[in-house]
């Protein structure tokens, strides 16, 4: 009897469970195994093998274990990114360090008479990620993939054996779910029989089922997530046996907790709002080194790292959730706390239980080190950890909570806290002159509207390459405005494809930079401003600089609004950052309108195509009026290379 699940080797891809995601959408079922397991544990249970990618080189000492016995079992198999250069390792091809990186969308040339890219067009676009290259292809291979001389897939079509160098799981690979219904269904000949239970009535049992008769506590944080939670949790096990606590730790946006409260009541939960912005401002907490050694990061306020500020939050998110316990007088050993943490929010944290290889993108508040104590103590229920923002969407709607609750913009939990860039006033080094001369060739060839000017911005940037965290450099474009007097006159005045077009370049040609933006105002450019561009004004999480960019996100969340603009942009972070081109004191504001549908992967909001040019031009002159503010940028980078946050 054929099997006709897939089984998904996991070499630690930052991608990797949205492999698993399309193959459950193509209604076949899947499981997610560490990369090293024996063809024992695959054998006449899988009718498939897909091995993910991940951020390690397959030649290197330390690469992760693969059993090679697993590709001479006779199953069709598909490697994708770092899957791919195994294949052709295992099998006697060579792979070898590539001379530069690349991480972008990128046009690539198809054989279309390959089984895996049946019915598509002999050009495809595709997300194309890596740091190493095929150089050699393994015996009984052949290219069927190809950019620039690079060959990005490979097939053994006798041993059914295939390979891509492109991530066909994600969003900014047109008909990547094509790709992974011909591997599916036209090779591996699986059938589409695993529709699965009710996500509604399995997300129900297993709070059921892990909880029993004791009390839940939920914490909601007002985002669409932890609400989801929330009405689960009494619809499991009804309104008196669910706490639902709201802690409000200062960083919240313009009367975001008000809001939140009422939204709640009105579908029953009875939210209790605990105010404690001084108890966070004042934490600290105990970081672990890798050798061991322990060390005391904060109090927050004073605090600049981002990751400290995140473990800060997470921990002391947790401390007080454990005093509340207190003060509601629920036996701490009758309670489980239930999160909304969702999938992407396990993956980038590298959480164990979304991939045990994933390199740590960003520590998310809600999978600190004290949330993993409390799941390895079963004390945590997480219902929707297996979802993603859509699937919580269309859930939400099941429960029937408010539209404007379900819909509204996703919040992370440590709030406007990480979305202010802090320094103690320090520029940071910037690239070197080589490479900010290779962006210079870059804008001057692919914007011929007008002379752009290029500065290295005094902050760097969380970003996400190649399957690992990234902390690089930001480099803006500005040009000469109709309207001196109104930078936001800029916005109509812009070629933006072409602006695009070259923040999908900068990071190929200098790797040290992972961002790119268009800044409005006056020109600036390295090579003439260099004290502007150099003066960084010392910036902490105090409420000054928070209601600063309280202010700001104010600005820009009204104007989406007003434009009808929440079903097409999927989030626009808002965030403050410390430079303040010569006006002592001042800092400035990113706008960021991003667009995704795994919130995995995703492309920047393009200004006159997927929101109105008078949006943007608002929100320019709105924030230019907060008090404080130098300069507005707007933030071109697709993801990857840059985080949706900053």
Known sequence: IMAHKVAILDAGAQYGKLIDRRVRELNVESDVLPLNTPPEKLKGVYGAIIISGGPGSCYAADAPEFN?????????????????????????????????????????????????????????????????????????????????GLTVALENEEKRMYGTQFHPEVDLSDNGVKIFSN??????????????????????????????????????????????????????????????????????????????????????LDLRVVNC??????????????DGSERVVGPLAESISPEDKRMIIGDTFMRITEREVTAMKIDPNKVFLAQGTLRPDLIESGSHLASAKADVIKTHHNDTALVRQLRQEGKIVEPLRDYHKDEVRRLGEELGLPHHLVWRQPFPGP???????????????????????????????????????????????????????????????????????????????????????????????????????????????????????????????????????????????????????????????????????????????????????DFMTGTPAVPGQDMPLAAVEEMVRGILAVPGIARVVFDLTAKPPGTTEW
Request: one cysteine or more.
């Open 415 to 597: 709030g406007l806290a990480i979305r202010v860039l802090c320094s103690d006033g320090t520029c940071p080094a910037a690239p070197g002159a080589d490479e900010m001369a290779k962006v210079r060739e870059v804008v001057a060839a692919g914007y011929t509207k007008a002379k752009l000017s290029v500065a290295c911005l005094p902050v760097r940037t969380v970003g996400v390459q190649g399957d690992c965290r990234s902390y690089k450099a930001a480099v803006a474009l500005s040009l000469p405005a109709p309207d001196p007097a109104d930078p936001a006159s800029a916005v109509a005045a812009v070629d933006w494809p072409a602006l695009f077009a070259i923040a999908r370049r900068v990071p190929s040609e200098a790797p040290s930079v992972s961002r790119t933006v268009l800044m409005f105002g006056a020109p600036v450019d390295s090579e003439k401003d260099a004290a502007a561009l150099t003066a960084v004004t010392p910036t902490c999480c105090v409420k000054e600089v928070l209601d600063q960019l309280r202010a700001a996100d104010r600005v820009g969340t009204e104007t989406m609004l007003r434009h009808g603009l929440e079903h097409t942009i999927s989030q626009m972070p808002v965030v403050l950052f410390p430079a303040s081109f010569g006006q002592p004191g001042a800092r400035s504001i990113a706008l960021r309108p991003f667009i995704t549908r």
């Open 183 to 268: 591997f599916l269904f036209g090779i591996a000949g699986l059938e589409a029989n695993f529709t699965g239970a009710n996500r509604h009535q399995a997300a129900l049992k297993e709070i059921r089922d892990v909880v029993g008769d004791k009390e839940i506590l939920v914490l909601v944080s007002g985002g669409v997530d932890s609400s989801v939670c929330a009405a689960l949790c009494r619809e499991a096990v009804g309104a008196e046996r669910v706490h639902a606590v709201h802690i409000d730790h200062g960083f919240m946006r313009h009367e975001e907790s008000e809001t939140v409260c009422t939204a709640l009541g009105k579908v029953g």
């Open 68 to 148: 090679p016995a697993v590709l001479e079992m006779g199953l069709p198999v598909l490697g994708v990114c770092y899957g791919y250069q195994v294949l052709n390792f295992v099998k006697g091809g060579s792979v070898e360090r590539a001379d530069k990186r690349e991480d972008r969308q990128e046009f690539i040339e198809i054989e279309t008479s390959s089984r895996l890219f049946a019915g598509l067009s002999a050009r495809e676009r595709v997300l194309l990620t890596h740091g190493d290259a095929v150089t050699k292809l393994a015996p009984g291979f052949r290219v069927i993939g190809s950019v620039d």
């Open 277 to 290: 912005a001084a108890d966070f401002a004042a934490a600290t907490t105990t970081v672990k080194g890798k």
